[in-house]
Nanobody, 112 residues
Framework: QVRLVESGGGLAQLGESLRLSCATS????????MSWYRQTPGKGREWVAT????????MYRDSVKGRFTISRDNAKSTVYLQMNSLRIEDTAVYSC?????WGQGTHVTVSS
């Protein structure tokens, strides 16, 4: 049974940082690309970043390039999203994804 459990969300001030984690189980983590998505009531779900199974390649949506970093620890079966220079528009529920599997999400709220 695939499980994805996010943590690390919360309230941040404009310009601050947060680090999200997604602990996984139930599949061979080291052979799976992993992604982060976010969802807001107004925009729906949008892709944020993807990392390949080895971690050697990463991809980001334009609005987070240079501010967010996706990484992984294959020994811990965990994927991370380091979010720096947070903006109001980064407020969303962030979920990790592997194929058709999703976590429950973690809330990130950025305030001024």
């Amino acid at each position: 049974q695939v499980r994805l459990v996010e943590s690390g969300g919360g309230l941040a001030q404009l310009g601050e940082s947060l680090r999200l984690s997604c602990a996984t189980s139930g599949f061979t983590f080291g052979t799976s690309a992993m992604s982060w998505y976010r969802q807001t009531p107004g925009k729906g779900r949008e892709w944020v970043a993807t990392i390949t199974n080895t971690g050697t390649s990463t991809m980001y949506r334009d609005s987070v390039k240079g501010r967010f970093t996706i990484s992984r620890d294959n020994a811990k079966s965990t994927v991370y999203l380091q979010m720096n220079s947070l903006r109001i528009e980064d407020t969303a529920v962030y979920s990790c994804n592997r194929g058709t599997s999703w976590g429950q999400g973690t809330h990130v709220t950025v305030s001024s």
